[in-house]
């Protein structure tokens, strides 16, 4: 295969929730797994949570193992993708030649979306749409030839993403405000740090809320420290609504907290 055709592209063709197309991927098409191999998967949030579990691994030894460090273009915040393995196909760690992937009910979002990409032309404030989608066209995939046709909407339901979307929406619409500042505006160290944690390290977090003198010096609901404990999920939801108003907003990490526990108390 030459580089030509290994290179993906991306289709001039803009598609909403009910634009169709036809694809399937499945052992039996002749280009099985290779869309696992040179990928940049970019981890989400959710992404991180769901895999680390599914290995068994505490947040900071799946970030050590699996992930590689970066800073997203124009937006300077610090993201993860996964770590190919150091082989001449620079495979994902979790494909299999013959029984594709081993984590399939826990794969990124990235690979859930494909062949289809998800994009946001900007930030709204109050915005619910989900942004456009388009085609990843890579020359090898066969998946376009098999006859199982979809809507977007379809695609995205049996895909699972659509709960992964949600999840990860406060994390996307961080990112998008972000891309939107002048170049000019750098974020501190410290709020790259803060970003990161929140955003990948969930079990430091976690410690971060329930181990430091955070909960001393603001108040949050004992509901919500109980649901913040047990559930990683609401966890994140709790650290991405704190982290908008320690990234967008004139005030201090902790009146961020304790204002995101004001609005979410359910005695109120």
């Known amino acids: 295969m030459t580089d030509a055709e290994k290179t993906a592209s991306i289709s001039p063709v803009r598609l909403g929730l009910s634009s169709r197309f036809q694809f399937q991927c499945h052992p039996g098409v002749s280009c099985f797994t290779q869309c696992c191999r040179g990928i940049n998967i970019i981890l989400t949030p959710f992404d991180i949570i769901q895999m680390k579990n599914r290995l068994g691994l505490p947040s900071n030894e799946f970030l050590a193992i ?34 594709g992937c081993i984590i399939y009910a826990d794969r990124p979002s990235s690979c859930r979306y494909y062949p289809l990409g998800v994009a946001t032309l900007q930030h709204k404030e109050g915005a619910d749409d989900d942004g456009f989608f388009f085609f990843v066209n890579e020359p090898h995939c066969k998946g376009f030839e098999e006859e199982t046709q979809w809507t977007v909407a379809e695609w995205r339901k049996d895909q699972g993403v659509d709960l992964r979307d949600e999840v990860n ?7 998008v405000r972000k891309r939107s500042f002048p170049g000019s505006i750098k974020l501190t160290e410290k709020a790259k740090q803060l970003f990161f944690m929140v955003s990948y390290d969930i079990d430091k977090f976690r410690a971060f809320v329930f181990e430091s003198s955070f909960l001393k010096r603001f108040d949050v609901d004992a509901a919500m420290q ?22 967008f907003k004139q005030t201090t990490p902790e009146e961020q907290a304790a204002n995101f526990a004001e609005r979410h108390n359910p005695e109120a």
């Open 226 to 247: 109980e649901k913040i404990r047990t559930d990683e999920i609401e966890l994140l939801k709790f650290g991405m609504a704190w982290l908008k108003g320690v990234l």
């Open 66 to 99: 699996y992930t590689e460090p970066h800073l997203l273009e124009k937006t300077d915040l610090p993201m993860v993708t996964l770590k190919l393995l150091d082989d001449e196909r620079k495979s994902c760690p979790f494909v299999k030649d013959k029984e």
């Open 169 to 175: 929406r406060e994390w996307t619409d961080l990112v």
